[in-house]
């Protein structure tokens, strides 16, 4: 890295100055100047392929700067492993969490800094410095549980200690709420609160315009590898960061027409389903789903929608009751799976791209055929013609602007945002009669999550089935024309688009029904 310029100042936590970075033909940060206070939160937004994964890298050892400095208060550094960083004080907490499911919280706390081949001592000294930590920053986590027994929220809690037991005053957090319940979120923000209050920085990465509105002090907008706009934050709004993000207006809000719905396409008469611990997961869940309809499922991580996505999708058996899919009658002990789901005019986004629906070290051209790779229009004779597949995810990638355009490129070199376009174009490709959906914008960007809305609303236009499952309230309300609510394995309230408010539908999620229409007083 170059010379440290001239016109530092000790005053900032960390400050990345002229940094840039290219792979190959690919100019990923041009010229980035960003600087972070200390007992702040920052936010860094800007859309897919922006930057901000590999500004973020370059801060934490990942990569290194074809040119630039960084400064750690106020002092040029040499950053070219994480283990650098971690010694300058700076954490990260991934997207996707860095633990060893098998191991307790205890043990993934200690691992890499054991101190000795003698652990007796190091884990009873790292259980009392934890247990500090934990009354300090308010982050109580069961230090003797095993983490994959614990919810993701709880998992969360554990990387932030991680970093903070290892001396983190810096801390990087990579789209923190993508998987988080809302209570989980509010949990978190109450953290992060706390750590700024005790003197640590937080650099905030994050597509909800909302959260950044919520949390941060200032925040630095990326487009196309570059800081195009700062803001302190109680001097703008959502309208001007979406804006400066896409670099054009854009607007916030789904714009579509009342539905028109036709005949009923999906339905689910009382389906049970028990997980292999005998625990009800789905308790007589019934709903049906009209032609030219959006049926949005609402209710806290963890609560059955899950369950009713893999039931109806034909991933999971049922124990008892009915799902009828264009008339046919479909039982606990009917041949019925992904495939056959398929073959019946049904697709399916799974909430989890990187566990269901791509495989990672696959290049984008076989991600983008997985459950279609038997379609005639792939093949010549008994084997596909990769010509063929390669042609076609080039049209996928074009419909759904999927960047960089390169059906060659391994899946896991695609942004999390990106991935999901590629997905949802396999899916909607094939005009499915019914559209189950995830998550549809877990981890997207604005553009991107405006574009994936219009595409749900066309295909409901053009009398299209759609089950909406999504932990975001505004995705719910904006798309929805009829809202299911969940809580505890049960549908226990539906509501018009015209009726469903934030407070009625939370007030569900909480388990708490509301009285029949009949019965309740007008205030």
């Known amino acids: 890295m170059s010379a440290a310029p001239s016109n530092v100042s000790p005053s900032w936590a960390v400050e990345l100055v002229g940094i840039d970075k290219r792979f190959g033909p690919v100019h990923a940060n041009r010229n980035v100047t960003l600087r972070f206070a200390p007992a702040s939160i920052h936010g860094l937004v800007g859309e897919n392929g922006a930057g901000k994964s590999t500004l973020m890298s370059i801060l934490y050892g990942f990569y290194e700067a074809d040119e630039g400095t960084i400064l750690v208060r106020g002092q040029p550094v040499d950053i070219r492993t994480p283990q650098d960083a971690i010694r300058l004080g700076i954490g990260m907490v991934h997207q996707h969490f860095m633990l060893v499911e098998t ?3 205890l043990e993934n706390l200690l691992l890499g800094h054991e101190g000795g081949p003698v652990l007796g001592p190091a884990m009873a000294r790292a259980r009392a410095e934890v247990q500090a930590l934990e009354d300090q920053f308010g982050l109580e986590v069961p230090l003797d549980a ?49 750590l700024r209050q005790q003197g640590r920085s937080v ?9 950044i509105m919520a949390v941060t002090d200032r925040v630095s907008v990326l487009r196309r590898g570059e800081v195009v706009a700062e803001f302190t934050t ?29 005949d009923v396409l999906l339905s689910a008469r009382q389906v049970n389903v028990v997980d292999g611990r005998g625990v009800a997961t789905l308790k007589d869940a019934s709903l049906t789903v009209r032609a030219g309809e959006i049926v ?44 056959g789901a398929r073959r019946r005019g049904l697709a399916h986004v799974p909430e989890d791209r990187l566990k269901l629906a791509v495989i990672k070290e696959f290049p984008a051209h076989e991600s983008a055929i997985l459950g279609y790779h038997e379609d005639k229009d792939l093949s010549r004779g008994l084997r596909l013609d990769w010509k063929r597949v390669a042609l ?26 990106n991935q999901q376009k590629l997905v949802m174009a396999r899916e909607m490709d094939r005009e499915p009669d ?72 939370g007030t569900m999620m909480a388990g708490i029904k509301e009285a029949p229409a009949a019965e309740r007083v007008a205030p």
Request: glycine content about 8%; charged content about 25%.
């Open 146 to 194: 095993i983490v994959s027994d614990l919810p993701v929220g709880v998992q969360q809690r554990v990387e932030i200690l991680k970093a903070l037991y290892r001396g983190a005053e810096v801390l990087i957090l990579d789209e923190p709420t993508a998987v988080l319940s809302p209570p989980e979120v509010e949990q978190l923000f109450r953290i992060l609160e706390r």
């Open 103 to 105: 191991f307790t919280v």
């Open 234 to 262: 109680a001097e703008t709004d959502r309208q001007a960061l979406a804006d400066a993000m896409v670099g054009r207006k854009t607007s916030l809000f789904v714009e579509k027409a009342p539905a028109v719905p036709g």
């Open 434 to 505: 019914i559209l189950l959906v995830g998550q549809p914008t877990r981890g997207v960007d604005i553009g991107a999550i405006a574009f994936i809305h219009r595409q749900l609303v066309s295909l409901r236009d053009r009398g299209k089935a759609i089950l909406l499952v999504s932990a975001e309230l505004d995705e719910i309300l904006a798309l929805s024309d009829r809202v299911l609510v969940m809580c505890d394995g049960e549908i226990v309230g539906e509501l018009p688009a015209a009726e469903a408010t934030e407070s009625r539908i």
């Open 203 to 211: 650099l905030l990465i994050t597509h909800k315009l909302k959260e």
């Open 296 to 339: 949005g499922v609402a209710g806290v991580a963890g609560n059955g929608q899950s369950e009713l996505l893999e039931v109806l999708s034909g991933m999971r058996r049922f124990e008892s009751g009915t799902v009828t899919l264009k008339g046919e009658e479909i039982g606990p002990h009917t041949a019925y799976d992904a495939a």
């Open 392 to 417: 076609k995810t080039i049209s996928l990638m074009e419909r759904f602007d999927v960047r960089p355009l390169n059906p060659n490129l391994r899946t896991s070199l695609f942004s999390g945002g």
